[in-house]
């Protein structure tokens, strides 16, 4: 199987001294889902921002390793480039303009990638993979749910045509429905494409719902990888991710009331 991506011996830095990626390995094979899971502070929006190019906005550098997308050394570009090269990102937090309607939000996107032209049609067809986004294209973003602002984003980075799709925490903070839904959602764009994502994820409830193969993060250097069947019976992510160890619930419910907090904080 081709890997659409492969991350090698990655190494990055905060304001030149904060290493938080210590020489991560990681690949996305073409066509399929990864997932990548981690606790507060693994390293994983470092990883997902490292590839696609958000890297220079937060004063971070790749000091070490290289990133190759379809075969090609991508280490260090920075956006709008990663764009164009179909390497797409759904970031953690702002991911839509508030002040503007669910249909100006797709528009912008599609304007900005000389799709001008043809937004009315790609619009079309992204509310057929998010019908409650049609029903919804006159709304502010601002006044979305949280879970109806992450199919916007998702709809959004749809609109770039990527190639491969980055998902920064598709899960939290939403409702159980909504998220069974957008895994719904996914799991038809993704039949239909065959488009390869690379989802970070808390819960590794969601990751193993859509992903067959997933990475484990831990201290900015990956610690388990493997198929996501091995991962699901694996000891150490039952007791981490999954809450269901002797010991593990405990701190798994302490991590998430600790994300909940600090979520709730910004
Ligand atoms: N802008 C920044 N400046 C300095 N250090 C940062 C910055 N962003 C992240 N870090 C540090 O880099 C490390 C990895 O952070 P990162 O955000 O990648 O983790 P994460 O796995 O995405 O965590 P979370 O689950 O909380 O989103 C942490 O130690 C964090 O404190
Ligand atoms: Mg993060």
Known sequence: MTDILEITD??????????????VNLRVAKGQITSLL????????????????????????????????LGEDITGLQLPRTIHKGIVLVP?????????????????????????SKWQQIEEEIFVYFPRLAKLRNKPA??????????????????????????????????????????????????????????VEQSAAVAFALASYGFVLENGKVELEGATEDLRSNQKVLDLYLGTGSTGRADYLANARRRFEERANV
């Open 10 to 23: 990655l190494e990055v830095t905060y304001q030149r001294s904060i290493l938080a990626l210590h020489g």
């Open 38 to 69: 981690g606790a507060n502070g693994a390293g994983k929006s470092t990883t997902l921002r490292a590839i696609s190019g958000f890297i220079g906005l937060d004063n971070a550098r790749v000091n070490a390793g290289r990133v190759r997308f």
């Open 92 to 116: 953690e937090r702002d991911k839509v303009f508030t002040n503007l309607t669910v249909a100006e939000n797709l528009e912008v996107v599609a304007t900005s990638r000389e799709e001008g």
């Open 142 to 199: 601002g006044l979305l749910s949280g879970g109806e602002r992450q199919m916007l984003a998702i709809g959004g980075a749809l609109v770039c045509r990527p190639q491969l799709l980055l998902i920064d925490e598709l899960s939290l903070g939403l409702a159980p429905v909504i998220v069974d839904e957008i895994i719904e959602r996914l799991r038809e764009v993704h039949a239909k494409t065959e488009l390869s994502m690379l989802l």
